[in-house]
């Protein structure tokens, strides 16, 4: 995917910057020949309380990025508007956005006159597998040039640019990301209660097995922070594991009965694939036969 060209060089600060999101915001902008500059609590560049040189930093910046945890970059997106030039874009990148939206609401929600331009972006995936084809939920929080600007670099860089609002983003994405990570840990704690050998079950693994059991090591090898986040921060994943226990009842439940009732169950388990049904059988023939010896 190609965007437009790169624009004239701006000044960038990253909080949070040492982190993965974070860098690999920094270097994007960076490579579009960019002056960025990283600010990291670790180094001592706390956002929500900068020292005199973070801070002129800070008024210079045509962007900032809080690529940090929920409850610092609530803090920050008050203490920052004192510190930023009328016109300076607020990114965050947080994985749950209503709370962030009622905190930009508190300081005059979507009147441009109140500030600067503010947008949510959450990568959907782990920046390590790279930025180009992977999509990008985007949440214009309060409109503007700069919105506009980051909606071109996104673009530029390749990423597949999905605008929702913040309520539905986290509503779909309770599903995408908290229901699904939600399955594969309750599918490693069923395998710890069943005291399966791992050398027994890998023999004789079957497809299905083999994936599940690669998304089991890629979670439980991941940040139990930012896996917890997923969970605890949306207000929509408690109804999300909801639907999972009542989901594992069902199975149990058509499983005792007989053949109409099992295929009551697969045929209402296929309703959410829509239209796409087709495309993910197809993609998971492909995924298995990539599994073959």
Known sequence: MTGSPAP??????VAGGAGAVGTMLADRW???????????????????????????????????????????????????????????LVVETLSVKSQFAAAVADLGGADPDRGGPIVGINPMFAPSLGLPGRPVAVVVHRDGPGA??????????????????????????????????????????????????????????????????????????????VYRDVQASNRCAPAAREALARAVSRVSAAADGDTDDFTALLVDAGVPLGGHADEYAKLCARMFEGLSP
């Not at 962007?63 to 203490?79: N, R």
């Not at 640019?161 to 699904?180: G, K, N, P, S, Y």
């Open 30 to 88: 960076r490579a579009d020949g960019n002056t960025v500059h990283v600010l990291d609590a670790r180094c001592g560049d706390d956002i929500r309380c900068p020292g005199p040189e973070a801070s002129a930093r800070l008024y210079e910046a045509d962007v900032v990025a809080l690529a940090v945890p929920e409850e610092v970059a609530l803090t920050a997106v008050e203490a920052l508007r004192s510190r930023l030039r009328p016109t300076a």
């Open 148 to 225: 506009d600007g980051l909606l071109e670099d996104l673009a530029r860089w390749g990423a597949r640019i999905e605008v929702t609002t913040a309520d539905r983003h986290d509503r779909v994405c309770a599903a995408v990301q908290a229901l699904t990570h939600a399955t594969i840990l309750a599918f490693g704690c069923a395998l710890a209660d069943l005291g399966v050998d791992a050398d027994e079950a890998a023999a004789l693994a079957t497809p299905p097995f083999t994936t599940m059991s690669a998304l089991l090591a890629r979670v439980t090898g991941g940040s139990p922070a």
């Open 8 to 13: 004239g060089a701006r000044s960038v600060v």
